[in-house]
């Protein structure tokens, strides 16, 4: 099945994004998670979304997700691992799973925190993003996990099952990694210190921290919001933005981005506008080459 419009990310530019593709009649997908956005869902109030004075961030995401339900928008809790532009649609791949759609939205946030040094020089040479995606490369290999997020100890207890030796490197807080009292499988070596640097020659082959190295074949960095640089080959950005003109179209034809990923400021009443701005553009992408086809189509009958 290819969609219309695949839109990745569910903060308030990618909810905006699929609340105006949907009422355009659009065949859309929405990537995303029912918490929407940790910084939204963390804000003690917000005064300045229209409309909405003095509201809690959790009671805007409950209008929010109120809104897309009541049109029956579903939240697709699959995490897109790249997206690959085939010419007149786009592959979205989620470890072995593979989505089409003619168009694509970015809405996946902004990517905080500098990338560990090594990480994007070793990318794609023994850096990854996605655990199930290449953990056959690693098959009785050593690896290391560094996660950003309660979910990357899945990845790593996936990665335990493969690796001869796998690490797990937590980056943020869990007093129950601490204590040793987790989830992890008993096999996983658990390292509560921050990475330095990711090292190798041509592949990586090691992590180093403050007091030690460990010796690697593999790293896996599992984050809330992947590198827009490895999400989407090609893609041209401006740090850790993506270049986008005034219709929210990037260099690549059929996709858009908006929110906080198309740059500052960050805001939610912004993001929410150029999701409007990006789905209108994506349906008039959408018509245009219909009218196209059409052309073309009648020309060939002559």
Partial sequence: MRYDIAIVGSGPAGLSAAINAKIRNKNIILFGNENLSNKLTKAPSIDNYLGFYDISGVELKD??????????????????????????????????????????????????????????????????????????????????????????????????????????????????????????????????????????????????????????????????????KSLVPGLETDGPHVIVDINMKTNIDGCFACGDCAGKPYSYIKSAGQGQIAALNAVSYLDKLKMEARKKEKLEQR
Avoid: W
């Fill in 63 to 228: 209008k929010f997700l109120e809104h897309v339900k009541n049109l029956d928008i579903d939240i697709c809790e699959k995490r897109i691992n790249n997206i690959y532009s085939m010419g007149d649609y786009f592959a979205l791949m989620s470890g072995d799973s593979m989505y089409e759609a003619t168009t694509v939205i970015l809405a996946t946030g902004v990517e905080y925190g500098k990338p560990i040094k090594g990480e994007e020089e070793f990318l794609g040479k023994g850096v990854g993003y996605c655990a199930t995606c290449d953990a056959p490369l690693y098959r009785d290999k050593k690896v290391a996990i560094i996660g950003y997020n309660k979910e990357s100890e899945e990845e790593a207890n996936f990665l335990s099952e493969i690796a001869s030796k796998t690490y797990f490197i937590p980056m943020y807080k869990n007093e129950s990694l601490m204590r040793g009292n987790h989830e992890l499988d008993t096999s996983i070596e658990v390292i509560n210190d921050r990475p330095i640097q990711i090292q190798g020659e041509t592949l990586v082959n090691k992590v180093s921290f403050k007091e030690k190295d460990i010796d690697v074949d593999g790293v896996f960095v599992i984050k809330d919001s992947a590198s827009l």
